[in-house]
């Protein structure tokens, strides 16, 4: 059972940037896709980004030009590079892939 564990959350200012990092206790070269889901409070979870194995990856429109998504297979470690936060992107977010979700870590953009 692999395992996936979030980093790099916090509180941030509007226009600031945070780097989430979701590592895996096993191997992540043979999940085809990994991705970030996003949950705020009274709203269904999204899909934020996900990287595909291929090299492929797709966003919600609401973060294109913003986010960036990214894995090191060596590492076993996926990250979301976040820009030009904003308030409406204060949410718990989580990563995973093939079935295997992490605990979520909260993302808090506030002056």
């Known amino acids: 059972q692999v395992q996936l564990v979030e980093s790099g959350g916090g509180l941030v200012q509007p226009g600031g940037s945070l780097r989430l990092s979701c590592a895996a206790s096993g191997s992540i070269s043979s999940m085809y896709a990994l991705g970030w889901y996003r949950q705020a409070p009274g709203k269904q979870r999204e899909a934020v980004a996900v990287?595909?194995?291929?090299?492929?990856?797709a966003y919600a429109e609401s973060v294109k030009g913003r986010f960036t998504i990214s894995r090191d297979n060596a590492k076993n470690t996926v990250y979301l590079q976040m820009n030009s936060l904003k308030p409406e992107d204060t949410a718990v977010y989580l990563c995973?892939?093939?079935?295997?979700w992490g605990q979520g870590i909260q993302v808090t953009v506030s002056s």
């Open positions: 990287a595909t194995s291929d090299g492929d990856t």
């Open positions: 995973a892939g093939d079935g295997h």
